[in-house]
């Protein structure tokens, strides 16, 4: 595998992006957003499989998060959000031929809506959605958390305090510890300035997702211990995209890239292999 990195600006907001070329023929074009909680690095045991699948992966932060958004006010809106994506997307598509491509696009937590807002907005560009430990905005007023302002600060509070605390938040929502290095590279990101933020306005701000125009194959993949998906997932992700494919890892936490790389990879495997 090739890698190369690469970030666009827009309107000083700075968003990082890797192209990752794969070994085999190129047969899929996949999208991997990475959600506030992770980095592209938290991809890695994913992409030896994906690139044997021809896959030419492009790893992204979320527009709003990462290395370079830090200090820079971000989008509030997943729509916003969306055509940022969409603008490195059609970056890549420059860089390595192909017009009129599709892709499958790929996200984790509460980059969810994002990449089913962009499905939403070129639905012709689009071949999959694939949606794991997917967070969306519920409880009847699109806000991912369904509290208080006060008590998404609380949480906040006791999560982000210190490394200790974030390492134990981890560890609570993985259902297990993580290896050191995992965890430092999420504390590392949301320990730069602005960047808590920027999560708690995204916990707290309303966002509602457009309704996506017509058939897109789409799979979910969650675990069935997580502690972060709110009660009725199933019924929301269904209601959004009444033709999801659901499957539940039952032991896993909200972090499977981490603790159930190889179930995903299987997965992901026999997903491409269908739509593909």
Request: charged share 20%; aromatic share 8%; glycine share 8%.
């Amino acid at each position: 595998m090739s890698r190369e990195s690469l970030s666009l600006s827009f309107r000083g907001l700075r968003v990082n992006f890797s192209i990752v070329r794969p070994e085999a023929h190129l047969r899929h074009r996949l999208l991997l957003l990475c959600s506030p909680l992770m980095t592209p690095f938290h991809w890695r045991k994913l992409l030896p499989e994906l690139s044997e699948l021809g896959c030419l992966c492009v790893l992204a932060d979320l527009p709003g998060f990462g290395q370079g958004a830090h200090g820079v006010a971000g989008p509030q809106k997943s729509v916003t959000r969306a055509r940022l994506v969409w603008g490195v997307l059609d970056e890549v598509d420059a860089r390595v031929g192909g017009q009129n491509a599709l892709w499958h696009l790929a996200a984790h937590g509460c980059a969810c809506p994002t990449v089913q807002a962009m499905c939403a907005l070129q639905p012709d560009s689009v071949r999959s959605l694939i949606e794991i430990s997917p967070l969306v905005p519920s409880g009847g007023k699109g806000r991912f958390f369904e509290g208080r302002k006060e008590a998404a600060q609380r949480f906040m509070e006791q999560a982000f305090v210190s490394p200790a605390a974030f390492t134990q938040f981890v560890t609570r929502a993985a259902r297990r510890p993580l290896p050191d290095y995992a965890v430092e590279r999420m504390w590392a990101s949301l320990a730069q300035p602005g960047a808590r933020a920027a999560l708690l306005n995204m916990l707290i701000s309303v966002d509602e997702v457009p309704a996506l125009p017509g058939f897109c194959p789409s799979i979910a993949i969650w675990g069935g211990s997580d502690p972060l998906l709110p009660a009725g997932t199933r019924e929301r992700l269904s209601a959004l995209i009444p033709e999801l494919e659901a499957h539940i890892i039952r032991p896993a936490g909200h972090f499977l890239t981490e603790t159930h790389s190889r179930a995903l990879r299987d997965y992901l495997r026999g997903w491409l292999k269908y739509v593909g």
